[in-house]
């Protein structure tokens, strides 16, 4: 089982940035397409971003292309996901996890991050 860890999360003003970051000491991310998925309570899992590990290619939700960016540092084995304008509606638990084929379907996940944007 990937062993992933997810971390960069916390509580931020509506218009600000942050940079989560993803990474597996059992498991080589450059070898699989990576994606972000968030949970926000009373809500349904939404895929945010994916990056494709055969070309760099990246896919963005509707709800955040134009202010996410996801890129991936292969010497340090890990996935970013870079926040930026940051809205309240964004608050969740975010999650990287191998996602074949950037198709929204999860095999292994991490334990989480929260990101809440608050005033």
């Known amino acids: 089982q990937v062993q992933f860890v997810d971390s960069g999360g916390g509580l931020v003003q509506p218009g600000g940035s942050l940079r989560l970051s993803c990474t597996a000491s059992n498991f080589i991310l450059d070898y699989h397409d990576i994606g972000w998925f968030r949970q926000a309570p009373g809500k349904e899992r939404e895929g945010v971003s994916c990056?494709?590990?055969?070309?760099?290619?990246?896919y963005y939700a509707d709800s955040v292309k134009g202010r996410f960016t996801i890129s991936r540092d292969d010497a340090t084995n890990t996935v970013y996901l870079q926040m930026n304008s940051l809205k309240s509606e964004d608050t969740a638990v975010y999650y990287c996890?191998?996602?074949?084929?950037?198709?929204?379907?999860?095999?292994?996940w991490g334990q989480g991050t929260q990101v809440t944007v608050s005033s």
């Open positions: 996890a191998t996602e074949s084929g950037c198709s929204g379907h999860y095999d292994d």
């Open positions: 990056i494709r590990h055969s070309d760099g290619s990246a």
